[in-house]
């Protein structure tokens, strides 16, 4: 019934091509000429129609009409990319000519728990969507969302389980924190999404109480698909071998994203949910998902996505995103501040694939030494690997704080903890040697990471970390602890 009913909604909001385009196909072959494509498409629209970026194309238009695909990219490479603080700072006017100046507030879609009454507007399609970044500071970037843009978004999410196997109608479970991303106001929505195989379950802390409640939820609601993200997953299958919890359904099919996603957790996930299929995606609140776990790294979507980098001021590969087809708040080569590799690739069966490899988040996102060397999460998590080789992957859990760079505190969860003086040992020689000899190390060990799942979750945490899941405008309670936060640091 819900399967029926799902096709009917589509039908009814009139999104079924977009549906087809975004989550049914792909692109596998000659994915270079078709970006080009979408690209020449894009750069054309906001050329003549958008207050921020009229006129930023018109030479590279003219200059690369006619060349050949690797001139192409090699120019588009070569024009101005935007951070998140250019947007920001541009606010509304990134929007199309007709959007660009009006009032946003009058047109914002609320859900306020009246389900047929949304759906009425999102089938009609006069509204704006606000979305708020988390960001690393206190400025969020809002990002208002037209109805194809919305629905494109949502879609991308739909892609990743679609390639797990999921359909539309499958039963899924959304295990988030809560005051994240605009999940209460899903939350809100839920009286009709339930007719659809939609369940929330959501958490302020992940503790033997909130993994209790999980744990029940999924034997009774025996959901198909597990939304979840890294580090609070592994502290559920931490929790549940810990006082032996009554699992008795296993999702088949888990999605992870959100986090930098390390081989412990991966692997202590899977010895708790042996029947589940676990699988990592990457993507952003502004640009929805982009990429999905595949052999060889993360496959980027490339009907959605155009993914490039450029070495930011330390030489690292920072990645410049365009969201393709989206003309309304275009992203135009968006500087994501994250960290990784990108090529393209073939499959045995000659299929093109175009990959993100080591993705290493924000980048912020690591420990410096006192001799100015910077440790990525690639590092940590290679060196949780090298002690778990000699520990029979006791470590199930790192978490790295910064502490005025001249000292680092390492938590570990362990799960024998007969082991935790010789891995004590056998960690600070690793340290010792492998990042510096003068600095103060501090190795303890813990049941649960400590964390305010409202903020994101990085094994990495440098002194004065602060970006929120999801945005934080007009948020008092946000404010509040960035201000804590920005106090504490020395």
């Not at 024009?79 to 007709?98: H, I, N, T, W």
């Not at 994203?257 to 699988?279: A, L, M, P």
């Not at 949780?384 to 390492?410: G, P, S, T």
Request: net charge neutral; charged share 30%; proline share 3%.
């Amino acid at each position: 019934m819900s399967r029926i009913l799902y096709q009917l909604i589509i039908r009814l909001l009139g999104v079924q091509g977009l549906y087809k385009k975004i989550v049914q196909q792909d692109r596998l072959e000659n994915i270079r000429p078709k970006i080009r494509k979408d690209l020449e498409m894009l750069l054309s629209g906001v050329n003549e129609n958008n207050p921020f970026f009229e006129g930023r194309f018109t030479e590279f238009l003219d200059a690369n009409r006619d060349v050949d695909d690797d001139t192409f990219f090699s120019a588009y490479s070569q024009l101005p990319s935007f951070s998140k603080k250019d947007y920001a700072e541009a606010g509304q006017s990134v929007m199309s000519r007709e959007l660009a100046n009006l009032d946003h507030k009058s047109m914002e879609l609320e859900f306020r728990g009246r389900p047929l009454e949304s759906l009425r507007r999102l089938r009609k399609g006069n509204f704006l969507m606000p979305m708020a970044t988390g960001g690393s500071t206190a400025l969020p970037l809002i990002t208002y969302m037209t109805k194809h843009h919305m629905f494109a978004m949502l879609f991308t999410f739909f892609k990743c389980w679609y390639r797990m196997g999921w359909r539309p109608g499958d039963r899924m479970l959304v295990f988030y924190p809560r005051n994240t991303y605009n999940i209460d106001d899903m939350v809100k929505f839920n009286r009709f999404s339930k007719l659809i195989g939609f369940r929330y379950h959501l958490f302020d802390h992940v503790n033997e109480e909130t993994v209790r409640g999980l744990v029940d939820d999924l034997n009774r609601y025996r959901p198909r698909l597990l939304l979840v993200f890294p580090s609070p997953l592994n502290m559920i299958a931490h929790t549940i071998r810990k006082f032996n919890l009554p699992l008795r359904h296993h999702p088949s099919l888990i999605n992870v994203s959100g986090e930098t996603f390390f081989d412990c957790q991966r692997r202590n996930i899977e010895s708790v949910f042996t029947d589940s299929k676990v699988e990592d995606s990457y993507g952003s609140v502004e640009l929805g998902e982009i990429a999905h776990e595949s052999r060889g790294g993360l496959e980027i979507f490339a009907n959605a996505a155009y993914v490039e980098t450029e070495a930011n001021e330390a030489g690292q590969p920072e990645m410049v995103i365009t969201r393709l087809d989206i003309f309304d708040f275009p992203f135009v080569r968006y500087r994501m501040k994250d960290i990784a590799d990108v090529e393209f690739v073939r499959d045995e069966n000659g299929k093109e694939r175009y990959v993100i490899t080591k993705i290493e988040g924000k980048d912020s996102n690591f420990v410096m030494s006192d001799q100015g060397e910077r440790f990525y999460p690639s590092f940590w998590n290679g060196f949780v690997n090298r002690l778990n080789a000699k520990f029979e992957n006791a470590i199930i859990e790192i978490k790295v704080y910064e502490r005025r760079r001249q000292e680092l505190e390492i938590q570990f969860i362990v799960a024998d903890s007969d082991l935790c003086s010789r891995i004590r040992e056998a960690a600070l020689a690793m340290l010792i040697e492998q990042v510096s000899t003068k600095m103060t190390y501090a190795i303890t060990f813990v049941d649960f990471i400590d964390h305010d799942y409202r903020r994101k979750y990085r094994v990495i945490e440098r002194d004065g970390d602060i970006e929120f899941a999801g945005g934080m405008v007009g948020d008092a309670g946000k404010l509040k602890t960035v201000q804590q936060i920005e106090a504490s640091v020395v």
